[in-house]
Structure formats: C-alpha cells, structure tokens
C-alpha cells in the first residue's frame, strides 16, 4: 500500500494490491480525477486520462481556450458556476451574496495511519502501517477558505475513506451550503444503481435500475438515515452479478439527514456523490473556525456484489466497528417486548428470565416500560427513572436478581432521545424539544424530539442514564429512536445558525453515545429506530449490533437481513425467534425456519419460553447450544448471498470460515411445491481441493459443491417439521467440515 506522487505530472497515485485510485492537479489548479479501479501499475503520468475537446456552448476559463471547460474534467472536489455546470462537491456563500469558489491545489501531505474524524464517526486503524492518507489543501484566495481533503488508502481493505475540512482563513463569516464528502466522476455510466429501500417493518429491499441521464439519488429529510433508503448503493456493471464483474458499493458513515446521488451528463460520465443532505443545511462558519465533513467510503471489487459485500463486512466489522465487544462472542439474549408489551411486572419478568436461563440463554433485556409513568405509548418518556409500582426495588433490584437468581446478565431499553409531553422532563423543560417558534408541533408516537443540538440536553439526558447504569448491573443497553424529527428549529441558536440544527441534533446523539461508551466500556450497546429506521455505519461506530427489523416473521426476516447484507456483517444484525402466529404479519412458520433465518445474525429470542410446548423448548435448547456451537463463525466468516428471496420461491446463504475449512448453509423454501424438480445449489468460497463432510454424513469435494453443486432436493423435502408444522416455509442448514 501506498500514496506516490509524481511532481512533474502532479499525479497521486493511491493503491494497494488490489486497487488504484488517481487523482492529480489540472490546469487550473482544481482537483482532477483519473481513475478508481483495479489496480494500476504506478507510473510518471496518467494525465492522458484526463481530456480536451472544443465543445461549443462550453464555457471556458481561460480567454482564447475554447478547449479546457470544468464541464468536461473528471474532477475531485467540483465546483459550480465557472464553467461547470453539474452539482459541485461543496457550496459556499460570502457576505456579499456570490457563490462563487475557486479551489486551487495549496500543498500536500501524506502520512502514514489515519487521523480520527474529531466528534465524528469513521474508520480508524490500530497501527500506522495499516494505510497511508493523503492530504491535499486547496484554498480560495478571494475568501481564504482551505479545503483539506483526505483520502485514507489501507492496506487490506479496496476502499478510500475520504472527508473533508473547511477552515475559514478569511476575515469575514461564511455560511457552508452545500458540503459533499465524496465525489466520484467516472468516464461512462454503463452501470446498474442499486439501492436499499424500504418503510417500517420492510427495511433495505434492494431495488435496481439502469443509470440514466439526470440526476438519481436517495436521501433523507426526517433526521436520521431512516427506514426509507439506507445511506449505501451500488454501482455495477450490468453483466455483473452477485459473484464476478466490476461492483463500486457508496457508505456514508453518518446518521443524519444524507444524500446519494449520481448525475449522468449528456456526454456519458457519472458524478457520484455523497454527503450531508444539502436540503434546509446551511452553517456560519465564523474566522478561524473549521467544520468537519462526515467521511464516504468508496470501495471496489472485480467480484461481484458479494466481493464487495465482503469488503464492507471485513471494514465495518474490523475499522468501524471498536471497543470491548467489537471481536467477543455476543451472548443470545431474551428480549421481553414481543412477550409482555407494557404488560409485566417484575414476577412476570423472572418467570420469563429463569426459564430463559434453563434454555442456556445468557442476557435478559428489559425493554421499554419500567420508568416513569409508562404504562402506554402515551407518557413518560424523558423520566429514566424505575417505576417502583413494578419494580419495588428498581433497576438496581431487578438487575441484581437476574444475575443472582437466574444467572443471566441484565440489558435495558432506553429512548434517550425523547420524551412525551406527559413527563417531568417535559413539564420541567417545555423549551427543551425541537419546536419552531409560534408553530404547532408535530408528534410521532405521542411523543417529542429533544433538542440535541444543546449540550444542556444532552449533558441532562446522559446524567440520568448513567445514574441508572451506575446504580446497577447493566451489560447491555438497547437504544432506541422512534419517531423522525419535524419543525426542525433551535431556540438555543440565532436565526442564522438554524440550518445547523439538524447536524448539530445527530453530533449531539454521537456525543451522548461517545460519552457512555467511554464510561461504561463494558456495556454492550444495540441500536434500534423502531427497527432499522437508523441502521447506519455511523451508529455502528458506537454500538456494533442493530435491531434490524421491528418484523420479527421468518419469510420476511430473509428479505430484510438479505437486503442488509449487501453492506452490513451478519455481526451488526439483531435478529430474534419470536411467537406464532407472528404480530407483525400473523403468519405460521416451522420454529426451525424462525431459528434458522435468525441465527444468521446476533440471535435472541423474543417470546417468553414458558409458553412454548415441551417439544419446542426443547428445539430452543438445541437452536441455542448450535449458535454457542458456531457463533464465532458466523460472525467473522465471509458470508455469501446464493439465492435471492425476491426473486424465487428458495433462498439461500452461506458463511464460510476465513480458512475455509468450515462452512454453514441456510437454504430455505417459501412455498411448498408440486412435483417440483430436482435442485441443486451451487456453494461458494470453498477450497476446490478439500473434501467437506455435509452434516457428519457424506463428503463432496470444494470443487462439486461449488461447479456442480449441493443436492438440496430431498433434504428440503424430508423435513421432520413439514408434518407438525405444515409443509410451507420450510428450511434447512448444512455444516460443512473439512475433513
Ligand atoms: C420500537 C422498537 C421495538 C420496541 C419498541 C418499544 O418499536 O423497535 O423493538 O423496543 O420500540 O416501544
């Protein structure tokens, strides 16, 4: 890995031994882009990819030029309004009303590690020989604003971090209006976008389409990344596929209001995007102050979008992901919502827990309900404060039973967040919600969005959660989020810093997250935003597990952790067994099939055991001892998708161990058929050489499995459970050891 740089040319040459990234200093001093792709030979120039052409009703800035137009450069850091007339990577506005930016080539720099995102979430190295950043300042002269640039090249992941940071060198205050994080300019745009989408309950659907000319984007207005599109796509060449052909996958590493964009010009040539939703932002950037980009991550694979899912799993899971529980075992819990609702009291609770722990279960979680007045939906949020008429000894009573007398650890709901206008919070501090000033504020849920953007708040909220935590045993904190933000104002900030307060409300929850991380290492943190309404790289930078999903059914589950895994590790997805009939769809499936989709995540249950037949406790106890069994695998293996639930009636995935010699097959049939035909399922990712043994009964070499195939035909059909469970949504997992 390294980052030359060849003065004659003005080339920077990033790469490792896989990929090349090229960038160098045109003409006019502006940030020229050259090429991101498999890796390139390093040599003096490869400015020649870089062209000149006279094209009328071009704008040009040099007088008597026709030739050279920003319109037509591939470029790194655009700008709009001299000469080039497609969306610009950053927008500033002076004192006197222009919006014009003149980004020259200043100095470079490059040095060996990666510098951490101060306040932000990013990836990050643990020595200094793992990546190389290169630093580029460019500077417009007229404001005396600098632009740092960072490009972050490691040595074993085919992606460039980058970000960005404006300091206002000049004597006059200037409002930011517009700040990408990366732009990409690609020579054609002969690619398929896909993106991730979806609502409540039916988060990350893929969904594809042909790059066509204009712009095409995802984003988000609501506050946070949101259920609706997931701050990550694809682009890909059309013949390839989920295992060969050239991929680019785009991450935003933030939480908040983003936009990913790609503008197809009339020439043929991409402009990817990616950054804080330009939409209402706008922030005063005083002299002397320095405002700091989120950082995008751009990655690359010759192999197909699980090449590149394999990227984006190893990076996230290894230099996104941190602290305590980032590389441990993460221990099955029980979670009481699905059981209980805001229905239970603290017997109801240790019933629940001792017969978890009978089951081999290791944590209990506590959700939403046990402080303040919270009996309902209604009230009480903001108030972190046990409810003594269920809890007689709180949470540092219940706490101590759980571990004492059920021998489990103890995890709790917070919504840090929020509060309903029924709370002390609220009657205390009426000023202390998001609200505009003589409007009617919207609620979602009944409930209220704080202020985050002040520290009081924040400083408040984090008092009374570690107050909690402090008082008992806690390992495990469930935070969740559940309404989107509305009338979006601050009355902690003058009218001309409002456009900050969406970044200033997600820098404060990252504040507040960073705050009890570092106090209380130990805790295991799960973020929740009524399922995967906030299920971003951002947040996993602070807690390394997401419930994916407020849709707990088994069918569905296969849609939502598919869609998932296209960026996310099997490592970051909560996913639970709960109940038949299911509450979110009402639909049957086998226990196997429930347990089956869920252990290819972090497993838990949501159900309380003591309804459960003695048969089904007992397949529990087995789904249990099998996740203890092979855990570590599915959590560090590379996992790839097989068989795509949108597209036919089987699914199928696999985990294979970095050494190859294990592997774990889900496969799983919606519907029954007919007389259907025989099936096979083409495995990957094994040794071709080795022989595995399929469930310690017959062995195949790597070579069949992967050319010819796994027969899953009677496997699927013999299931014991298609009898007592009905023949529809049936599955099956395969064990593959290396013999
Ligand atoms: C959200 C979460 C659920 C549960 C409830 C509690 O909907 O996604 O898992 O915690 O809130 O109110």
Redesign the pocket.
């Known amino acids: 890995m390294a980052v030359y740089f060849h003065g004659e040319s003005s080339n920077f040459h990033l790469s490792n031994d896989r990929i090349s990234y090229i960038l160098t200093v045109l003409r006019n001093g502006h940030l020229g882009h050259l090429y991101f792709g498999k890796k390139l030979p390093d040599r003096e120039s490869y400015n020649y990819l870089q062209e000149e052409a006279l094209r009328p009703m071009s704008s040009n800035p040099y007088e008597g030029d026709r030739k050279f137009s920003l319109e037509h450069c591939l470029q790194e850091f655009p700008v709009y309004g001299s000469s080039d007339y497609r969306e610009p990577a950053v927008e500033i506005r002076l004192q006197n009303g222009s919006r014009i930016a003149d980004p020259r080539f200043y100095s470079h720099r490059v040095y060996t590690g990666k510098p951490i995102l101060e306040g932000l979430p990013a990836t990050y190295t643990e020595s200094s020989d793992e990546a190389e950043t290169l630093e580029i300042t460019l500077l417009d002269s007229v404001s005396g604003i600098h632009f740092i640039l960072s490009f972050t090249i490691f040595r074993d992941y085919d992606v460039i971090a980058r970000s960005c940071k404006i300091c206002n060198g000049g004597n006059e205050p200037v409002y930011i209006e517009r700040i990408m994080s990366f732009t990409l300019d690609m020579n054609d745009s002969d690619y398929d976008w896909i993106q991730f989408s979806g609502a409540w309950a039916r988060e990350r659907f893929p969904e594809k389409h042909r790059l066509h000319k204009g712009i095409q984007s995802i984003s988000s207005t609501r506050g946070h990344s949101g259920h609706m599109h997931n701050p990550f796509i694809i682009l890909k060449r059309p013949s390839a596929d989920e295992h060969q052909g050239d991929t680019f996958g785009f991450s935003f590493i933030y939480s908040g209001n983003f936009i990913i964009q790609a503008e197809v010009d009339t020439y043929g040539t991409t402009r990817t995007q990616m950054g804080i939703n330009p939409f209402q932002f706008s922030w005063l950037l005083k002299p002397g102050e320095t405002f700091t980009s989120p950082e995008g991550i751009a990655a690359y694979s010759p192999a197909g979008m699980n090449g590149l899912s394999g990227i984006f799993h190893r990076l996230y899971r290894k230099r996104l992901a941190r602290g305590f529980w980032r590389d441990r075992e993460r221990p099955i819990l029980i979670n009481n919502?699905e059981a209980t609702y805001f229905d239970f009291n603290e017997d109801k609770l240790i019933q629940i827990a001792e017969k978890a722990h009978s089951a081999g279960i290791e944590l209990f979680v506590l959700?939403?309900g046990w402080f303040g007045s919270r009996r309902d939906?209604t009230q009480g949020l903001g108030d972190w404060v046990a409810d003594r008429g269920i809890l007689p000894d709180g949470i540092a009573g219940l706490s101590r039973r759980i571990e004492e007398e059920c021998g489990m650890k103890f995890g709790l709901?917070f919504e840090p967040e929020m509060v309903n206008k029924k709370s002390d919070l609220y009657r205390n501090h009426p000023d202390w919600i998001l609200q505009t000033p003589s409007r009617k504020s919207c609620h979602g849920r009944h409930q209220f969005v704080l202020d985050f953007s002040r520290k009081d708040v924040v400083d408040y909220i984090y008092n009374s959660m570690a107050a909690v935590i402090k008082d008992s045993r806690i390992s495990y904190i469930?935070w969740?989020m559940?309404r989107s933000i509305t009338e979006c104002y601050s009355t902690a900030y003058p009218p001309e810093q409002q456009g900050e307060i969406f970044h200033r409300y997600i820098l404060g929850v990252y504040d507040l997250y960073n705050r009890l991380t570092t106090e209380f290492p130990h805790i295991l943190f799960e973020s929740?935003a009524?399922?995967g309404g906030r299920f971003d790289p951002g947040i996993l930078f602070y807690a390394p597990q997401a419930?994916t999903s407020?849709d707990t059914d088994a069918v569905e589950r296969l849609k939502i952790q598919y869609g998932t895994s296209f960026c996310y590790p099997l490592s970051s997805m909560g996913a639970h067994v709960s109940i038949t009939p299911n509450h979110q769809l009402n639909r049957n499936t086998p226990l196997s099939t429930r347990g089956n989709t869920a252990l290819f995540g972090v497993f838990g249950y949501e159900l309380d055991l003591n309804r459960l037949t003695d048969t089904e406790f007992r397949e529990v106890k087995s789904q249990i001892e099998f996740v203890k069994k092979h855990r570590k695998l599915i959590h560090s293996g590379t996992f790839y998708r097989l068989l795509s639930p949108f597209k036919g009636n089987e699914a199928a995935w696999m985990v294979v161990s970095e050494d190859k010699t294990k592997a774990i097959v889900g496969c799983y049939k919606i519907l029954n058929e007919v007389n259907e035909g025989f099936k096979r399922l083409k495995l990957q990712g094994l040794d071709e050489s080795r022989l595995y043994k399929i469930n310690g009964k017959e062995t195949f070499s790597g070579a069949e499995l992967m050319a010819a195939g796994l027969v899953i035909t009677d496997l699927l059909r013999d299931s014991v459970e298609q009898e007592e469970a009905g023949a529809d949504f049936q599955s099956e997992i395969y064990v593959l050891n290396a013999q």
Do not use: L, V
């Open positions: 919502w959700d939403d939906d709901w469930k969740d559940n929740c009524s399922g419930w407020d």
